[in-house]
């Protein structure tokens, strides 16, 4: 400042004074901020390394937020409380209330989860976490209490018993079975197919624990990199649950000669029609941790099918929390 000056002492004196006040209030409210901004994060941080890591981003987010509010505050004298911060910091639990699917159960892993994924809308948080995605593979395991539902969900967190064996098994073509209502719809699916020309077989249906076991063990063993993204491990394959059925052309042994055949247009096309899914697609990779099989089909009832097919839900974990688990008003 120019305070040596007496033509700016004399100009300016009775402007200068409001002006200081308003300054050192913002300055004062900024560290107040700041200081306040820090201790809710060391709350966040304390569950742990992988906790602490994904905090960082969320905090970066609010100090520009708080700089945002300061530039705000030189306007308004309203000073912020540590309630409009904690706001600013953690998503609302109003704002999962609001899922037609919310679970108060839930309630700490959606905000847990929303920590972890700041960026993520609270409706996506509240299925992901409903549906058990907010666990890692094959390491936040639930044991799978009711392996006959119909609806059950089997995949890289939810295990079946190695005792599983479905009650109600019925015999298909090439040696496979399937649960009762699963290989009926899959006879008239085939029959389905074949009115309009297309062949296809079944080329694997239900498979025990002991035969998943032996499976995955050779893939594990030639390739030891890429096995989990094809191959289930035993107790984590649909295929135990006698409600998922692989597809083929006749005359071939090998999967992949499936993809891209006219089988499997029209499969894509008509499974919903008789109760079947596709269950493993590019487009829930993330969520299955599989790749692509356009052969894997899996029974979960001709209503959900078709429903599935018109909401345009991409994988059956979304789904069934948000038309089976509970339903839209
Ligand atoms: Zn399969």
Redesign the pocket.
């Known amino acids: 400042m120019n305070k040596k000056n007496p033509r700016f002492k004399q100009r300016s004196r009775g402007k200068f004074f409001p002006a200081a006040i308003l300054l050192f209030s913002a300055i004062l409210i900024f560290f107040g901020i700041r200081l306040a901004g820090c201790l809710f994060t060391s709350d966040e941080a304390a569950d742990g390394d992988a906790a602490s890591k994904a905090a960082s981003s969320p905090k970066r987010t609010i100090n520009k937020d708080i700089a945002d509010k300061v530039n705000k505050i030189a306007g308004s004298s309203v000073p912020p409380t540590s309630a409009s911060l904690r706001t600013k910091q953690e998503t609302p639990l109003s704002s999962f209330q609001d899922c037609y699917y919310y679970e108060s159960a839930n309630r700490e892993g959606y905000t847990r989860y929303q920590s972890l994924n700041p960026e993520m809308p609270p409706d996506e948080v509240v299925w992901r976490v409903n549906a058990g995605l907010d666990g890692e593979f094959y390491t936040d395991i639930t044991d799978i209490s009711n392996p006959n539902d119909l609806y059950v969900v089997v995949n890289k967190r939810n295990r079946l018993s190695s005792s599983f064996i479905p009650d109600d098994m019925a015999a298909l073509p090439s040696g496979v079975s399937a649960r009762k209502d699963a290989a009926e719809a899959y006879r008239r699916m085939a029959e389905a197919a074949a009115r309009d020309g297309v062949i296809f077989i079944p080329q694997?249906g239900y498979r025990s624990y002991d035969y998943q076991n032996q499976l995955y063990t050779n893939y594990k063993a030639t390739d030891p990199g890429g096995a989990d993204t094809y191959s289930a491990r035993p107790g984590f394959?649909?295929?135990q649950t006698g409600l998922?059925?692989?597809l083929n052309i006749p005359g071939s042994g090998n999967?992949r000669d499936f993809v891209g055949t006219e089988q499997a247009e029209w499969v894509s096309k008509n499974a919903h029609l008789f109760g079947f899914i596709v269950?493993?697609t590019e487009k829930n990779r993330e969520i299955t941790g599989y790749v692509s099989?356009p052969?894997?089909i899996r029974y979960i009832g001709a209503e959900h099918a078709a429903k599935m097919k018109e909401t345009g839900i991409i994988s059956f974990e979304e789904y069934k929390v948000k038309y089976i688990d509970h339903q839209p008003e």
């Open positions: 694997s394959s649909e295929h998922a059925i692989d999967l269950r493993y099989e052969w894997h």
